[in-house]
């Protein structure tokens, strides 16, 4: 998958890898605030690990990992004190640079008119900690749909211009891990202006970290380093191919393009319906789902009125909803919408697939439906028509 690049430099000059220990990642942290960032990372939050403001290592979730499954997401105690020690949680970066509800305008009335409310400041420029491989492609591909065409989201320009980035070497997956699957992970390889890889034993706790822009090359220069030895770069190869040797689950994606856009008809579809609780959360924990809606509210007195943007999803009965009824009036059919859109029609309308293989919606759906399940289970019986089994 070759996803959108990002905006900002994308190549950094040859660098050597370097090591940073605890300290010197707190100095990372110290850095990125003294230079105006928002800096943003993984905490613990009721019962799992969410994104969240982060000043201290302390706060990341030091010693814990995840053990996901179909409808499942555990937090567990690991042996060590890892700081990256997991997969992925609920939230993605989407939540920051695409957030759940948007004030898009805000008007008071008064004698001869109304007033608008002045646009708000330009934010603080994020910095990420910890953005996954999987992650990177996800941003890359809402940059793409928010930024590449010819209408640009001003709200999501303004949240991703000078964000920074620091990525993770991912040292373990979960069990509804399939970026490997998706060519997403979980090594990062673009996209990023520092990467990490987290270095754990009985003999070392350290970050190998290379600059992937000249913005994280220089930071870095600021940093208290130490050189990588060699065996230092062996081991952080080590711990991608060990993550990438143990995803979750596989999807096979040759011919899933048009095998799905075959098999608009096929019974699996019905047989997921019946499960489907049409409930949304596959599309709210996803990084890539980008719909939203309108509303409009005004108060009692009709003095305020404002517009909000917030975050919709194909499997409301409302959100295809045009004058007489919603087109999509069925569980199938709005499953089948999803499903279809993120494996194959995102394909022809944005030129990558819409799933990096994070496996949130595999953890997060309350009756465990799987899509890489249902991908397989329609490859094994595809219809023979031009319509699959219409
Ligand atoms: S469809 Fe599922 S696995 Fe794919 S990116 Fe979205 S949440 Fe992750
Ligand atoms: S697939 Fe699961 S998470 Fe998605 S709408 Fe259906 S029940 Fe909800």
Redesign the pocket.
Known sequence: MQPTAPPGPQTAPPVSPALLDRAGLQALLDALAARGFDVVGPTLSDGAIVYDRIARIEALPVGWTDRQDAGRYRLQRRADAALFGYAVGPQSWKRFLHPPEELLWRARRQADGFTTAPAPPPPAPFAFIGVRACELHAIAIQDRVFLGGAHQDPGYAARRQGAFLVALNCGTAAGTCFCASMGTGPRAETGFDLVLTELIDANRHDFLVVPGSDAGAALLAALPTRPAEPEAVAAAEAVVAHTAASMGRQLDTVGLKELLQANPEHPRWDE?AA?????????MVCPTCFCTSVADHTDLAGIEAERVKRWD?C?TADFSYIHGGSVRAS?KS??RQ?MTHKLAHWIDQFGTSGCVGCGR?IA????G?DITAEAAAIRATPGKGPHGNA
């Open positions: 997921v499960r489907c609780l049409a409930c949304a959360n596959c599309t999803s499997f569980g709005r499953y999803w919606c997060w759906c309350p009756v439906i």
